[in-house]
């Protein structure tokens, strides 16, 4: 079936570095790339999202790029800070039916190290 | 102001039972989510109403049923709970169902025992 894959599913950093996670997805028809961030214990939220109209985005240090050639889309966070310490998923909007779903990578747990 | 709330937020109940988790949400959203969150943290989305109408029903037991009231609420109750149930079951809503951002509830904690 359609899915999104996600790597890696750890990754540490030193503070001030930067960190990239990478997704692809198999729908070619996927037009909306959300990422969210979950921190312990609460729930995921959006921080950043593409439509495929565009090849890049990006919110002061967080950037998000999307191929849709190759089917992939990555995150990028510079200056990493302990405060960015999470799970991060990738996401992609599925055909399903008459309807689209948000189907999530398997999520990738970053830890920035003071 | 909370957007997608979910109660309860901790659920423990023995093996058997019957258990309802019900949701609410006020952002005047026409599609409504159930997913479920493993113990790897993995995000598998259960079902979709739109407009009190199922949408999308995903491969789960049929001991999940899920109820839509009306646009603003999605239930979901479980019979004959087992062990493997155990995880975090969160409600998401979104503008339409055509790929639009998802906001959360808070997500309930049921373990089985």
């Known amino acids: 079936g359609e899915n999104v894959e996600q790597h890696p599913s750890t990754l540490s950093v030193q503070e001030g570095d930067s960190a990239v996670i990478k997704c692809t997805y198999s729908d070619s028809a996927s037009n909306y790339f959300p990422w969210y961030k979950q921190e312990l214990g609460k729930r995921p939220q959006l921080i950043i999202d593409?439509?495929?109209?565009?090849g890049e985005k990006k919110d002061q240090r967080i950037a998000v790029t999307l191929n849709k050639t190759a089917k992939h889309f990555s995150l990028h966070i510079t200056e990493t800070q302990p405060e960015d310490s999470a799970v991060y998923f990738c996401?992609?909007?599925?055909?399903?039916?008459?309807?689209?779903?948000?189907?999530f990578g398997s999520g990738t747990q970053l830890t920035v190290l003071p | 102001d909370t957007a997608v709330s979910q109660t309860p937020k901790y659920l423990v109940t023995q093996m058997g039972n019957d258990k309802s988790i019900k949701c609410e949400q006020n952002l005047g959203h026409d599609t409504m989510y159930w997913y479920k969150q493993d113990s790897k943290k993995f995000l598998k989305i259960m079902f979709s109403y739109n407009n009190k109408e199922l949408i999308i029903n995903e491969t789960v037991p049929n001991r999940f049923s899920p109820k839509s009231p009306d646009k603003a609420h999605l239930n979901l109750h479980i019979n004959s709970l087992e062990l493997g149930d155990s995880a975090v079951y969160f409600c998401a809503s979104s503008r339409t169902h055509r790929g639009s951002e998802a906001f959360f509830g808070q997500g309930t904690r049921l373990t089985v025992v």
């Open positions: 593409i439509r495929s109209n565009v």
């Open positions: 996401a992609a909007s599925i055909s399903s039916g008459s309807a689209r779903q948000l189907t």
